[in-house]
């Protein structure tokens, strides 16, 4: 006997709201986030307290600007010091890590701390900035991975290996070398922070150093604050094989926004520059023997009576436009170092002036889809993995 001609439909509009629940339980992609990797603040917050809701008149960053600029989440810097290394260098660390989690308590309504991708996305879902501690100098860690662990408990989630100073453990691009790159402790610094699902920061290190952590990290690697050398021969920057090594790596290149990192001609005023000064910041080093505030204070004002040449901030897209070349689209990202930097670019004088790089991105035929990758979204792949290699490791394990 045949079935009536109303069944089929019938059955099918029965089916109809399982399909479509069906389709509702797959999320739409999240809306992409612009992520900065490097920005001094902390220590200027440190030394000139001030309110971070109102945009201000001197620095390059606050919270109020960084909403005009458009930017979703920051790192703070936790930089100690050359000044530090073996001698009180974790406590420092802790200082002003601490500090960092002080800048956000003060203000809920604005911003909130972050600890992981997920972190990141909820913040900017709810409106807020997300703000994320990087500790810049492995010297911070007194040599030891206890206390590693009890940074990244802290909050820490990216550290930069070196400073301007070879550490006990790896040399640095503003030393002399001392380990020949990673010394043994080194690799299990870099291999302890994998299975953390930290963050391992190359930025500072010598080239042999940098080799030497891709070899050994089993998640990508970042450059915080790292231009390209090919544009400014800044042994800080990349150069282009380096470039490819982190591409193949899986690792994501930061631009910096610093002049000297940015052009050769004033990489060369700058070196000019130290020469010329040598005596007088000798000088400063006698008077100010404990290189503080009133230090810091005196150097800025002598640099700022011998400034650099100009620098557009289209220099910034040089770089990144490069290193996409190089190392592809993937790999190229945005680090500041707002507040940590003496001078900045024409037309980038501080947080709110990011949009100025999508302009210029755009201008120059990049698609939206590559414009949020370079502004936020390359990064947080690359975050997003090494979280995912730290869970692997760990197997249930917490961090």
């Known amino acids: 006997m045949r079935k009536p001609a109303l069944v089929l439909p019938l059955l099918l509009l029965l089916a109809a709201p399982t399909f479509a629940a069906r389709r509702a339980k797959t999320p739409p992609p999240p809306p992409p986030v612009t992520v900065d990797t490097h920005a001094d603040t902390p220590s200027e917050f440190m030394q000139h307290p001030f309110d971070l809701a109102t945009a201000q008149t001197r620095g390059h960053f606050d919270y109020a600007r960084m ?21 009180g260098a974790a406590a420092y660390c802790m200082k002003i890590m601490e500090t ?15 600890g992981s991708t997920a972190d990141i996305r909820n913040a900017h879902r709810d409106g807020k900035r997300a703000i994320l501690i990087g500790i810049e100098g492995g010297h911070a860690i007194e040599d030891s991975l206890e206390l590693l662990r009890a940074f990244y408990r802290f909050g820490a989630r ?25 010394a043994p402790f080194g690799k299990q610094v870099v291999q302890e922070m994998n ?7 190359i930025s500072h290190v010598s080239d042999k150093t940098f080799y030497d952590v891709v070899a050994t990290s089993k998640a990508p690697v970042i450059a915080s604050h790292s231009s390209a050398r090919a544009l400014a021969h800044h042994p800080r920057n990349m150069d282009d ?13 930061q631009v910096n926004f610093y002049p000297v990192f940015l052009s050769d001609e004033a990489w ?11 005596a007088q910041i000798a000088e400063l080093k006698a008077k100010y023997p404990d290189e503080g505030a009133d230090f810091e204070a005196a150097v800025r004002k002598l640099m700022e009576a011998n400034p650099l040449p100009k620098v557009p901030y289209t220099a910034i897209v040089d770089h990144i436009d490069h290193i996409a070349k190089v190392a592809g689209i993937d790999h190229v990202g945005i680090g500041s170092d707002f507040d940590g930097i003496g001078a900045v670019p024409e037309g980038m004088e501080d947080v709110s002036h990011l949009p100025a790089i999508r302009t210029e991105l755009k201008r120059r035929g990049y698609s939206d889809a590559d414009v949020r990758k370079v502004m936020g979204e390359n990064f947080m792949r690359v975050f997003a993995e090494v979280e995912r290699v730290g869970r692997e490791m760990r197997g249930n394990a917490a961090p």
Not at 268 to 278: G, V
């Open 241 to 253: 094989d380096m470039l490819r090594a982190l591409a193949k790596n899986g690792g994501v290149a």
């Open 268 to 278: 060369k005023a700058s070196k000019a520059r130290d020469e010329k000064l040598k």
């Open 158 to 182: 990216y550290m930069t290996l070196t400073h301007t100073n070879t550490n006990n453990w790896a040399d640095s691009s503003g030393d002399d070398p001392k380990h020949n790159g990673l």
């Open 67 to 87: 909403k005009t600029g458009g930017l979703d989440a920051e790192f703070f810097a936790a930089y100690v010091p050359a000044k530090y290394a073996n001698k």
């Open 195 to 201: 299975r953390l699902g930290m963050l391992v920061d």
């Open 100 to 114: 960092i989690h002080e800048m956000v308590d003060g203000y809920p309504q604005l911003a909130r701390f972050a």
